[in-house]
C-alpha cells in the first residue's frame, strides 16, 4: 500500500503540473503581467491555506504564537517561497515551459541534499538521471 505521503507527493506534483499550465496561458496572451497573475493565484492559495488552519481550529494559536520559533521558520519558508514563485512565474512568461520547468525542477537535488540522512545515494541518483 502506497503510504499517504506518497498520494499528497503525487496530487502536490499534479498541482505544480497544471499551475505550470494555467500560468502560461494566463501569460500567453499578454494583456496581463506576471505579477497579476501571481497576485491572483497567491491570494487564492492564502485564503485557502487561512481556512484550512481556522477550520482546524489553530487561527488563534497562529496569530498569537508567530513569533515563535517554529513559526519563524515558517516565515523564513515563506520568503524562500515568494523568490521561487514569483520566479517561476516571471520565467514562464519569459521562455517556453518546456525548458522553464526542467529547470526548476532542479529543487530536487536541493531537497536531497538536505534530508536528515543525506547520502551519497541520492545525490548518485540525482546525478545518473541527469
Known amino acids: 500500500m502506497i503510504q499517504s505521503y506518497v498520494l499528497w507527493a503525487l496530487l502536490g506534483m499534479a498541482g505544480y503540473s497544471l499551475m505550470t499550465l494555467f500560468v502560461k496561458l494566463a501569460e500567453r496572451s499578454g494583456t496581463v503581467t506576471t505579477y497579476q497573475v501571481l497576485a491572483v493565484s497567491t491570494t487564492i492559495v492564502a485564503i485557502f491555506a487561512i481556512a484550512v488552519v481556522a477550520w482546524r481550529g489553530e487561527l488563534k494559536t497562529l496569530i ?54 543525506c547520502s551519497a545515494r541520492p545525490c548518485l541518483g540525482i546525478a545518473s538521471s541527469g
Do not use: R
Not at 512565474?89 to 518546456?98: D, E, K, Q, R, V
Open 64 to 117: 498569537f504564537e508567530l513569533e515563535t520559533p517554529p513559526l519563524l521558520w515558517a516565515i523564513a519558508g515563506g520568503i524562500a517561497l515568494t523568490v521561487a514563485v514569483s520566479s517561476l512565474f516571471h520565467a514562464l512568461s519569459l521562455g517556453p515551459a518546456n525548458v522553464v520547468v526542467p529547470v526548476y525542477g532542479m529543487f530536487i537535488v536541493g531537497g536531497a541534499c538536505s534530508a536528515s540522512s
